[in-house]
């Protein structure tokens, strides 16, 4: 459904993302994890159409998204990890903007406000302008947003952030009904919010992928058997610190002396 | 059960994305406080300017109203288009806008409308003017028509190059100060003094006349302004418009790599 393949992202000499692959099929809830500034966020933004990659290949659903952006973004629902909402526009009208912007229109765009004002229990906030709403109400007016087409690719860049323990909860159970026929991609750098979510984890460091698989496959693989998420992904990161510190020092070691 | 792409791409045509930006874009114009406070001060100070000469000349005619329109909309139209990109940015919503199903240049088209529409309106609210002419005496209507399509296509002009800048620039004040400065130029560069001034300065190079006939855009506006409407200059203005808006859809795509 999601193809990734060697994709690269460099802003002038910084290299966000180097050479990642992975694939992503439907009903998955896959959670990409990391710390602030991995490369996470790029990622998505380069799933969602919205930064071109430097080099690699992406594919949504066998469309490519650098030569059929349109058709890909009619697929994905995307919420941008610092949910950009229009503040001065009234909920239920924001809400009917991205429909609108959707393709959806008449009894169709009225199913889909319903179902998303269910879904992400918005009811209270829909005659309220964006900008009165709390920040909890805000993340779940773009998460309506990103659904209100019925997509078939989520990606939610930190969902979570700024949700209370019991909306947490309701999203937690809306992606499990959500799950069926579509492939939700979800980033955090909250690892254990990811375990309790996701089938699969990607972890990603510095731009490189450190490890992809289930949680049990990980360690496995990592010969930690029994140790908690946060211990994996402490494990992972200094192994990679250290493979990048040795491949340093044999390319020093290999500098002709003056 | 998930929805097919049939209905959806039906809607995704070049006039439905462009009308749905547009509808959005006009509600936040006439959503916003800021707007009436642009339009009341345009209103009042072109007013009052032509007021002043009207009792001075006792002419019924609209002649100076729009000898000084040109002057007003550079400062008017840049405070108009600042906010169109760069808000977008500061607010983030930016990259909404860029990832939905809609292509960059419906976006830019949506929004050069809707400030196109809030400038009509605008403009619009000097007909009392007219009605007042009207009254006292017998202003030639015709030529009151031709010199507000002149200024109809002289804001649509900056306009255009107003949202251009607003896209290069992620701050409101820069996007404003840039665009009045060369919508100034623009202007400035055909006023008789100006042109006086550097053909004094180099004879033999007629640097003033140079300026007037290559660079202004006055002497195409003037013209609407003496009641005749020529196809070229329709043409002059209408592909301006169109460069800069092409221009602005490109640097827009250009900026997500």
Redesign the interface.
Known sequence: MVSVESITKKFGSLTAVNRVSFKLGRDEIVGFVGPNGAGKSTLL?ML?????PTSGKLYVDGLDVMKQP??V????G?L?G????????RTD?FLE??G??????GG?LKERLRWVVDACGLELALPKRVKECSSGYRKRIGLG?ALI??P?VILLDEPTHGLDPLQILSFRDLLKRLRA??VIFLSSHIISEVATICDRLLVIHEGHLLADGTLESIRRQEELGGADLEDLFLHLVRKHESSKTSSKNAHDGQKPRT | MLMTDKSLERNAGFVYGTRVIFVREIGAYFDSSIAYVYASVFLLLSSSIFMNSFFLNSVVDMSEYFRNLPFLLVLFIPAITMRTWSEEHSQGTFELLMTLPLRSFHVVLGKYLASLSFCLVVLAGSFPIVLMLMSLGNPDLGLIFSSYLGGFFLAAFFLAFGVFMSGITREQIVAFVLSTFVCALFVLSGHEKVVEVFDGLAPEWQMGTWLYESVSVLPHYESFCRGVVSLGDVIYFTLLSAFFLVMNAITLKLSRY
Not at chain 1, 48 to 52: D, E, K, P
Not at chain 1, 73 to 76: E, G, S
């Open positions: 933004k969602s159409t919205y930064l071109y349109l058709a973004r009619r697929k994905v995307y941008a610092d949910t950009p909402l229009y503040q001065e526009m009208r903007f991205i609108k912007a959707h393709g959806l229109t169709r947003a087409h019925d078939e026929g579509r």
